[in-house]
Each structure stands twice: as C-alpha cells, then as structure tokens.
C-alpha cells in the first residue's frame, strides 16, 4: 500500500484555516498572528507535510537566496544581526548567502551581480555603500534591497539603524556625571558614517556642558583593539595633560584603552575611566567589565529581514522614499570600567 503524501490541503483542513493562511504562514510569516502560525506548524507536524521549495522558486522564478554582504565576518560584532537574520529568512523559505566583502567594492560588486543573474532575490546590506551594479541601476528595476546598521546619505531604500549620535551623546554625558572633563574620543575611520555621527554625538555632550572639543584628544581609529592601544598610548603618553576618560567608538578599541593603560601602570575605572560601544561577548566578561553602549543586534537583524520580506512581497522596484529609517533603540549599560574623575 501506497502511503498518501500529506499536501497543503491537508494541512488547512487539519489546522482549520484557508490554503492561503497556510501558505501565508509558511512563507510570508511577519504578516500572520503567532496563533495562526503556531496552528499551521502543529497541522504540519501531524500532518507530515514538507513543502517543496525548489518547485514553488521554480514557479515563482526566484532562487531562494537572500544575500548578505558583510564588510567583515571575522568581527563579533556582527555574529547576532547575521542570527536574527537567518533565522527569519529561514522561517519565510529563504536560505542566506554571506559574501565577506572586506570593505572592498570590487567584491561588494562581484557580489551584487548574484541580484542580475537571478542566483539571489535579494539582499541586506551592511557595509553602508551601494555596490556599483546597483548604485548605477535605473530607478524603478533594482531588486529588493535593505539597508541595516549603517546608513546611506541621500538613499531612500528601506533602512534599519540606531541613533548613533544619540547614543554616543548618552556614552559622553555619563563620563561628564562622573566629574570628568578632559574626556577623549577613539573614533572609527574618518570616511565611516558611524565615525561622523558618533563625532557629532561626542562634540554635543561636551558642548552641553560648556566644554569645547580639543582636536588634540580626538584620535582616529578602525574599530580594532589595535588601534585601541595605539590612541591610548599617544594619548596617555602626556602625564601632565593626559585625559581622565574615553569614549570609544567600539568595544575593541576600548579594550585596547584598558590594555594599554594597564601597561603604563594605571587603574581603571580609578585613574582612568572607558566606555565602549556595541557590547560585544567580551565586554562583560573583560577586566573590569565594560561600560558600553548596547546594540540590539539581534533585533537589528529580525527588523532587516522583516523589511526586506515586506519588499518581496512587493514588484521588486524601489519604494517610495520613506518619511524615516526603522530606529532601534540602544541602551548604556554601566559597568566597572567608569568611575568618579581622580582628584
């Protein structure tokens, strides 16, 4: 005897919805009630139900790939967006391709190329730069595309990010509250948006404070504990007019900071205050724990994908431009590494 396969007939019948909430709910899963889905999984466990994703991207003319560039996957930082991600792509159909982009805009364009040749449907970015392909295809025909963590100056696509201004403004004031004044600032590279605002955010704090930014405790780095330790040692290398605080503009640079001050025989938070910003992993566990900005990485990443879902349940083309970009709100969690201005 021939075992009858289980179809998405069955699967309604047995949750007792329409063949199209069920088709909703397997791949379009953001815009079903969580009973509804939780109903159509239960049918489709006792159902045995598997649905054929080849054959539906075959009549759909799709691939199944979502595609991902990333400028560095060997950065923590990134691990829990790349998460929320694939799991919501998952959830929907979609499997995810990761191109490691190494901030090169060779390989950002190699990439985007997968979008013209129907190998992905679409993609997130977040790199904060249009790939050439892309940047120099006509308004109206651009595959779907998001954009997370980094915004774009004067493009109008889908964006999820933090206020990094905001944020970074929050970061300074706490240093201000703890008596501190000289506080430095170990900023990304000079050509980052994330460095612009951050900057901006920094400079506010102590403006509100009746303090003027000094150029001189402005250091640039490039997110990397190594850079962290170089600002550091220059800047702390002046006993006499060494800075009591510094605001980070990344975790690993801040953890530079700590390694270095530890080198010229300073406490921390006791001599010299750090705060960080991301809160990686290592940021609680570090000694002393980190004071940083949190990001809600996770949550970046489910939001990307919600709204790159909402696009290609779209005609593919370009949106109208949004009034503003999705803002998830980040959080100062306040650890051992701060502490009073040394007298």
Avoid: W
Avoid at 53 to 70: E, K, W, Y
Avoid at 120 to 137: C, F, K, V, Y
Avoid at 230 to 258: E, H, Q, W, Y
Avoid at 308 to 337: C, F, M, Y
């Amino acid at each position: 005897m021939i075992e009858k396969i289980a179809t998405i007939e069955d699967v309604a019948e047995h949750a007792g919805v329409s063949i199209a909430t069920v088709s909703r709910a397997l791949h379009k899963p953001h815009v079903v009630s969580e009973t509804t889905r939780e109903k159509v999984q239960a049918a489709i466990a006792a159902t045995g139900y598997t649905a054929n994703v080849m054959a539906r991207n075959l009549r759909l003319n799709r691939s199944g790939m979502i595609l991902l560039l990333v400028p560095d996957i060997g950065n923590p930082f990134f691990s829990e967006i790349l998460s929320g991600i694939e799991q919501g792509a998952s959830k929907a159909g979609y499997n995810v391709l990761i191109g490691d982009t190494q901030n090169e805009p060779e390989r950002e364009a190699t990439y985007a190329a997968y979008l013209r040749s129907n190998q992905a449907d679409a993609m997130i970015l977040l790199n904060g730069r249009l790939p050439a392909p892309l940047a120099n295809t006509p308004r109206g025909i651009i595959p779907p595309v998001v954009i997370a963590c980094e915004r774009i100056p004067g493009c109008n696509l889908p964006t999820v990010i933090i206020d990094n201004e905001k944020a970074a403004f929050s970061a300074t004031k706490h240093l201000l509250d703890l008596g501190h004044s000289r506080i430095a600032h170990i900023a990304g590279p000079a050509s980052n948006i994330l460095t612009t605002d951050r900057v901006a955010g920094y400079r506010r704090a102590l403006s509100s404070s009746g303090i003027e930014a000094n150029p001189s405790l402005i250091y640039s780095g490039d997110f990397s504990i190594e850079s962290g330790i170089s600002a550091a040692r220059a800047l702390l290398k002046d006993i006499k007019n060494r800075p009591t605080a510094f605001f980070c503009a990344s975790d690993g640079m801040a953890i530079g900071v700590i390694v270095a001050a530890k080198e010229l025989g300073l406490r921390v938070p006791h001599d010299v205050s750090v705060v960080g910003f991301d809160d990686i992993h290592l940021a609680a566990n570090y000694d002393p724990p980190l004071t940083t900005v949190r990001q809600p990485r996770r949550r970046l990443g489910e939001q990307a994908i919600s709204l790159l879902l909402a696009r290609l349940d779209k005609t593919g083309t370009i949106p109208e431009p949004a009034e503003n970009p999705v803002i998830v709100p980040t959080e100062l969690i306040i650890r051992q590494s701060t502490g009073p201005c040394p007298t």
